[in-house]
């Protein structure tokens, strides 16, 4: 679509859901809309597409996150999600009311359907930014994401087109406080959609590795190449059960068949933002350090004290990790129990791949 260049639209950001329950991304990013739209002059509106029984309580949490109005588009042909009707929908709702700005999340829906609507609008789009901000003379959204490998952070500009269209993935921003008892405009809509869609989805299987478990948790134990084969991993394993978290991993290790791609953290895995991140054996490359660089404590195990990771450590300890581990979940048990427990024999020598023996550990916490 062509620039509206004389009044700034809205900034919506596409709440993606479940029927009842809204991914995380969303809020994360009505927290961004809310900076963004008053930079603009404009105000932050929800959109919501989907099952119109669902409408009502999302919209009332999407202004508990900053929205001041939600756009509620309810047809039997959006539920459960199919990217079509979905892109849509959501094409036909910006034609009408022509945002500034849509962002949605860079989660495997959001990648589908914002790139459906972008071509459908012709206009720009801008995946897995890093940062968003309005550039205070020309008004227009400075996109920032990582470019040539990670090497340099580009700023993208949609000069001539609207919406200006960018995802973000998950835990790259914080998620606002809700505040309780919030009120917006609630605007519904009934798209005119064809009832038989080209594609349905015939069953919904859940993975029961679902990478959210890296999303959602407070403690992450990230292992990487300094781990030297898979079985090591199993110390890595007890270690974050101890301490309630999950086990991540770098593409080092990934790319070494010791861990699945989806323990990785990084550029071209997960963004995580937990509370404590520990990376073991992991050097520090800016392709790991993107993804969990926003961790509120990171701590840092290498026996190499000009490592990178140690740049942006809070807490950094130089030595060999096959000494320290042993140590901390000696000492969190001890804590815990009130008594020491040996750690898992560990296996220093090299080579030996496959296997992610540290899950059952993590099942049986
Ligand atoms: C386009 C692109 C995308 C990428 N995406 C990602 C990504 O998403 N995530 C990611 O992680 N990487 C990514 N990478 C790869 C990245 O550049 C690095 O190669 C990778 O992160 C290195 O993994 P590592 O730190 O485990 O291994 P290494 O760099 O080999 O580091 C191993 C560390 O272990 C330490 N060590 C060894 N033995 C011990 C010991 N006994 N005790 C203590 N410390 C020890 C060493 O001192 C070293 O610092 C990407 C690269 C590219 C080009």
């Not at 508990?64 to 939600?70: H, I, K, R, T, W």
């Not at 090497?151 to 001539?160: K, L």
């Not at 406080?177 to 919904?204: C, M, N, Y």
Request: glycine fraction near 10%.
């Amino acid at each position: 679509m062509a620039a509206n260049l004389k009044k700034p639209g809205e900034v919506w950001v596409v709440v993606e859901h479940t029927g009842s329950e809204a991914a995380a991304v969303s809020w994360e990013l009505l927290g961004v809309a809310k900076k963004l739209s008053a930079e603009l002059g404009t105000r932050p509106a929800a959109v919501i597409i989907g099952d119109g029984d669902h409408g009502k309580t999302l919209s009332e949490q999407a202004f508990s996150f900053g929205a001041e109005a939600a756009y509620v588009a309810d047809h039997p042909a959006l539920t459960p999600f199919t990217a079509e009707p979905h892109s849509q929908a959501l094409a036909a709702l910006a034609r009408k009311h022509n945002p500034e700005v849509i962002l949605l999340g860079a989660t495997t829906k959001g990648r589908d359907l914002a790139s459906a609507v972008a071509t459908d609008l012709e206009t720009g789009l801008t995946a897995d930014c890093t940062e968003l901000g309005i550039d205070p003379e020309t008004k227009l959204l400075r996109q920032t994401r990582p470019a040539f490998g990670g090497n340099i952070m580009a700023t993208i500009i949609s000069p001539d087109t609207r919406p200006q269209m960018a995802t973000v993935r998950p835990g790259v921003f914080a998620r606002p406080e809700p505040v309780a008892g919030a009120s917006g405009e609630l605007i519904a809509t009934k798209p005119k959609l064809a009832k038989d869609q080209p594609v349905r989805q015939l069953q919904f299987i859940p993975d029961p590795e679902d990478e959210a478990s890296l999303q959602g948790a407070d403690v992450i134990v990230s292992g990487g190449r300094g781990m030297r084969q898979a079985k090591n991993f199993i110390m890595l394993g007890e270690l974050a059960r101890e301490l309630g978290g999950v086990v991540g991993a770098s593409r080092g290790a990934v790319d070494a068949g010791w861990v699945s791609a989806r323990h990785q953290v990084g550029q071209t895995g997960q963004t995580v933002r937990p509370i404590l991140y520990i990376a073991v054996g992991i050097s520090g490359a800016i392709q790991h350090l993107t993804g969990m660089q926003h961790s509120d404590i990171i701590v840092a195990i290498n026996n190499d004290p000009d490592a990178p990771i140690f740049d942006i450590a809070d807490y950094g300890i130089v030595g060999d990790l096959f000494e320290i581990v042993p140590a901390m979940i000696a000492e969190a048990r001890k804590r815990k129990d009130g008594k020491a427990a040996p750690a898992s024999k560990i296996d220093t020598g090299g080579g030996e791949t496959g296997g992610e023996d540290f899950l059952e550990s993590e099942a049986s916490a």
